[in-house]
């Protein structure tokens, strides 16, 4: 069976980073656009940013523009969130997902297939 196992959560002060690793297996990775969301609470969850199956192609939402960085290594079936300059309102669950055989980075989650289990992210101020 499909599983995204997300690791790399945790509590961070504000200005710090954290990278976040979403390990996939029981699929063929590289035929997965990778996506990173967030939800947090009495939010929906929300597109934090995506990366298309041969790494060629990314997307950020306006709010992490210029602190975070996706990335994947399809030789070990993983996706990477390098998150910089952390602020508070980046405390949330951090989720990746995986959209099969997609032509563009999507960025809601009705387009996403599997989805991992979260890994939480706090930012103290």
């Known amino acids: 069976q499909v599983q995204l196992v997300e690791s790399g959560g945790g509590l961070v002060q504000a200005g710090g980073s954290l990278r976040l690793s979403c390990a996939a297996s029981?699929?063929?990775?590289?035929?997965?656009?990778m996506g990173w969301f967030r939800q947090a609470p009495g939010k929906e969850r929300e597109i934090v940013a995506g990366?298309?199956?041969?790494?060629?192609?990314?997307y950020y939402a306006d709010s992490v523009k210029g602190r975070f960085s996706i990335s994947r290594d399809n030789a070990k079936n993983t996706v990477y969130l390098q998150m910089n300059s952390l602020k508070p309102e980046d405390t949330a669950v951090y989720y990746c997902?995986?959209?099969?055989?997609?032509?563009?980075?999507?960025?809601?989650?009705?387009?996403?297939?599997?989805w991992g289990q979260g890994t939480q992210v706090t930012v103290s101020s």
């Open positions: 997902a995986a959209d099969y055989m997609a032509t563009i980075v999507a960025v809601t989650t009705t387009s996403y297939d599997y």
């Open positions: 029981g699929l063929t990775f590289s035929r997965y656009n």
């Open positions: 990366i298309s199956w041969n790494g060629g192609r990314t």
